[in-house]
């Protein structure tokens, strides 16, 4: 649960890292960037090891609008989200088959790889059926090749030079949603990605 906890902050500390470094407080930001470095990379590891664990809850159960809007007012601070439009479309009442803290490392990895490569928008977007439950995060961004898209999920892969990211954020939410029994899609929009989970409701 910690390590669920800290992952979006430490995005939040590297923007307040670069406004220390404009101040001119380079040496305090310099200690702050190794100390949130190595929290990130303990992070990451205790992610990956957690999710190789057996076993989940089949009981588990929580609210998407209130992990999305969470999840959505962290990332708006960061350098990536201050950029940004950000929409939702989750029913206040809509409750997915997941630990809530599952998927808010679900969707923090999400909305943020969103909010990296978006040129104006971020949306998330909720639905249910009678068998399941489907959470989509979309963005204006390039999108990825066909041909990258299997890459993308395998751990330390990165398919550009774009900084912050250790490349396991994809593969963490591949491994999540396969431990509740359901499926991650991608497929490229006009313009952009869009990312979907879907969640089986055991009834």
Same mark, same amino acid.
């Given at each position: 649960d910690l390590a669920h906890g800290l992952k979006t902050p430490l995005q939040v500390l590297s923007a307040d890292i670069r406004?220390?470094?404009?101040?001119?407080?380079?040496?305090?930001?310099?200690?702050?960037?190794?100390?949130?470095g190595a929290i990130r990379r303990h992070v990451e590891r205790e992610l990956a090891r957690a999710r190789l664990a057996p076993g989940v809850s089949g009981k588990a159960s929580c609210g998407v609008s209130d992990v999305a809007a969470g999840v959505v007012t962290v990332v708006k601070r960061t350098p990536s989200g201050k950029q940004l439009s950000f929409t939702m479309g989750v029913a206040e009442d809509l409750m997915a088959p997941i630990d809530e803290g599952d998927l808010s490392e679900i969707l923090g990895n999400l909305v943020e790889n969103a909010a990296r490569y978006a040129k104006s928008s971020v949306r998330v977007d909720a639905s249910a059926t009678a068998g399941e439950v489907v959470v989509t995060v979309a963005d204006d961004g390039p999108g990825i090749p066909d041909a990258d898209r299997e890459s993308a999920l395998s751990r330390g892969v990165q398919l550009d030079s774009k900084g912050g990211s250790s490349g396991l954020g994809l593969a963490i939410v591949s491994d999540i949603v396969e431990a509740y029994g359901g499926r991650l899609a991608m497929a490229n929009?006009?313009?952009? $990605?869009?990312?979907? #989970?879907? $969640?089986?409701?055991? #009834?």
């Open positions: 406004a220390l470094r404009k101040k001119g407080e380079t040496d305090l930001a310099e200690e702050i960037e190794k100390s949130t929009a006009d313009p952009g $990605l869009v990312v979907s #989970i879907s $969640l089986p409701r055991h #009834i």
